[in-house]
């Protein structure tokens, strides 16, 4: 899997202002079929750890909050 090093090389953005992973929520790490979101440790924010998603959306759609964002390439639509 390749590492994410920099946010604009992912295609699950998440919104640090409305991600609410230091109250407890795990949604959007548990729903990915390919465990490719983590909670960050310092922060205490969801992020995702591994730039291998597969578009399937459940992370955007079951997240609580509206925090994620599933950026679909163009030609995939």
């Known amino acids: ?4 090093l920099t ?3 992912v295609p699950v953005v998440i919104d640090e202002s409305k ?3 230091d109250k407890g929520c795990t949604v959007c790490v ?3 079929p390919l465990d490719v ?3 960050d440790l310092v922060k205490n924010k969801a992020f ?3 730039d291998e998603c597969w578009y399937c959306l459940p992370c955007e759609q079951d997240c609580p909050t509206g925090a994620v964002k599933v950026e ?3 030609l995939l639509r």
């Open 48 to 50: 995702m750890k591994f």
């Open 7 to 9: 946010p604009t090389q």
């Open 37 to 39: 979101l983590a909670i």
């Open 30 to 32: 548990d729903v990915c």
């Open 72 to 74: 679909i390439p163009y």
């Open 1 to 4: 899997m390749t590492i994410a």
């Open 19 to 21: 991600c609410i992973a």
